[in-house]
Nanobody, 126 residues
Framework: QVQLVESGGGSVQAGGSLRLSCAAS????????MGWFRQAPGKGREGVAV????????YVADSVKGRFTTSQDNAKKTLYLQMNSLKPEDTAMYYC???????????????????WGQGTQVSVSS
């Protein structure tokens, strides 16, 4: 069973930075893709960034492009989300997700992923 555990959330002022981590366990299939979604109060869950393994590139949402970067340490099975120049509108619960890359679309949707972490809160004050 795939398990995902996020860490690194917190409260920062606008313009600050945070780095989220997602430790994965329970799978050895390198064809798994991993990514980040977020959900603000009263809103739907939206894709932030996804890494398509085996040279498939990276998806980054327009709303965070140029500010957020995702990376992966395959040896540690850990996914990272470096968030710079944070804005109040980035405030949300951030979730890590994983599934077979063959199930993940070019513009990823929450329904593309079966495995989710518990989430970590990011709060940005103005």
């Amino acid at each position: 069973q795939v398990q995902l555990v996020e860490s690194g959330g917190g409260s920062v002022q606008a313009g600050g930075s945070l780095r989220l981590s997602c430790a994965a366990s329970g799978y050895t299939n390198i064809r798994y893709c991993m990514g980040w979604f977020r959900q603000a109060p009263g809103k739907g869950r939206e894709g932030v960034a996804v890494i398509y393994t085996a040279g498939g590139g990276t998806y980054v949402a327009d709303s965070v492009k140029g500010r957020f970067t995702t990376s992966q340490d395959n040896a540690k099975k850990t996914l990272y989300l470096q968030m710079n120049s944070l804005k109040p509108e980035d405030t949300a619960m951030y979730y890590c997700a994983a599934d077979l890359c063959s199930l993940v679309r070019a513009v990823p949707a929450p329904s593309d992923f079966r495995y989710w972490g518990q989430g970590t809160q990011v709060s940005v004050s103005s």
